[in-house]
């Protein structure tokens, strides 16, 4: 079986890359820390709100669509292989190494929020499953869904000491950032990203966490797999109603989670608030997006979703070069300064620009910069296709 490239998709990795550039518009303004504690940037009681709507609609909730994307890539991939005589270990490992090397690189020289070489971590991990049944997918992602839930059951000791100690080390590092993101040079943020330890963890808490952290966005990664395998986008008008009765489910159920960690974050299960109603919210999003493709597909703003999803990766770096430049000291220096709202404003701006320079990229060329030097190291060829491999015919006897 062929494997065709799926509109609908491509339509969903970009509108997924508007989300996330508003909820990474947080950390671009106040670092990964400081994003939490925003009173010690003197926000407005406005500027506040606007952070709490943007927790609750906007952060963890559109990385998981971009993860589901990633996983229903992985299998569409296989098949595209498959169909051409080829399997597909080889060239996702290689393709899974250098997202790697891509996302080192980002976060080494560009910024701390990167996720790239986490995903290249978590795609070689994923390879275990790319051959399971989707029922096992689908069991595996609801236990893991499951496991992750329990884990935000219990809330944390602030009274603790430990607790308070790591506290008082993250704002004092938080203070210091004001002054050295907004005027420091780049040889000073990039040292203070490479030598910086707010959290004080020791190497075997880190080991800890590090074994934690794909159990977290597992079950979206399977998820995707799962949706592939059983062709949840390949008839979007056919599926409408389907769409539609699992927005109606999801987009409550996100809401309502994530709204319980917000509204009594001290309480038991705020944490599963957090952890669950994130992912719930994005499927939610996802349905409600293909619904309304379902609906409205021949409209133009769908073929700039596209445009932008087909270069997702340039687009999201290319997110990264500009908002660095823009709120760093070695740019325009307006870190924690322009404010929440401004800051939604300032991304959406930066989105346009993306959705424009996306249609006439695409018009012009058939892959990003980015994306065609992926496929040229994962197929091994300067077109960056895989080449049909030619089966020897049986010989009679």
Same mark, same amino acid.
């Given at each position: ?240 109603? %389907? +769409?539609?009765?699992? $927005? =109606? /489910? ?6 309502? @989670? &994530? *709204? ?89 701006? %930066? +989105?346009?620009?993306? $959705? =424009? /320079? ?6 012009? @060329? &058939? *892959? ?30």
């Amino acid at each position: 079986m062929k494997s065709k490239r799926i509109r609908l998709i491509d339509c969903l990795r970009g509108f997924s890359l508007l989300g996330i550039l508003l909820a990474n518009m947080l950390i671009f303004q106040y670092g990964m820390h400081g994003k939490d504690l925003l009173h010690l940037f003197h926000v407005t009681t406005v500027e506040s709100t606007a952070h709490k709507f943007v927790q609750w609609l906007v952060e963890g909730s559109f990385m998981p669509i971009f993860t589901f994307v990633f996983g229903f890539g992985m299998i569409k991939m296989k098949e595209s292989l498959n169909a051409k005589n080829r399997k597909a270990g080889l060239p996702l490992l290689r393709r899974f190494a250098l997202l790697g090397v891509i996302g080192f690189l980002h976060s080494t020289f560009l910024w701390e929020g990167d996720i790239l070489l986490y995903y290249g971590m978590i795609g070689i991990l994923l390879l275990i499953f790319i051959n399971r049944k989707p029922k096992t997918l689908i069991i595996w992602s609801c236990v893991l869904l499951t496991l992750v839930g329990l884990l935000g059951i219990f809330p944390g000791n602030k009274e603790a000491k430990s607790t308070q100690e790591t506290n008082q080390r993250i704002e004092a590092y938080v203070k210091n950032t004001v002054t050295l993101y907004a005027e420091g040079s780049y040889a000073e943020i990039k040292n203070d990203r490479a030598t910086a330890d707010p959290m004080g963890k020791s190497p075997a808490e880190m080991l800890v966490l590090t074994m934690i952290a794909p159990m977290l966005h597992m079950p979206l990664f399977l998820l995707g797999m799962y949706a592939a395998k059983r062709q949840w986008f390949a008839d979007p008008e056919q599926k409408s109603s %389907i +769409y539609r009765k699992y $927005m =109606l /489910i999801f987009l409550p159920l996100g809401l309502l @989670f &994530k *709204s319980y960690h917000l509204l009594y974050p001290e309480e038991i299960g705020a944490g599963t608030g957090l952890l669950v109603g994130g992912s719930l919210l994005s499927i939610g999003y996802m349905m409600a997006f293909a619904f309304t493709y379902s609906k409205f597909s021949s409209s133009r703003l769908f073929e700039y979703f596209e445009a932008v999803g087909k270069l997702s990766l340039t687009n999201y770096l290319m997110q990264t070069v500009i908002c660095t430049t823009i709120f760093y000291g070695y740019g325009l220096g307006w870190f924690g300064k322009i404010g929440i709202i401004l800051g939604c404003v300032l991304a959406f701006l %930066i +989105y346009g620009l993306q $959705m =424009l /320079i996306s249609i006439w990229y695409n018009s012009h @060329f &058939k *892959s990003g910069p980015i994306e065609r030097i992926l496929r040229m190291w994962t197929y091994f060829s300067f077109s960056g296709k895989a080449k049909r491999k030619k089966t020897t015919p049986a010989v009679e006897m």
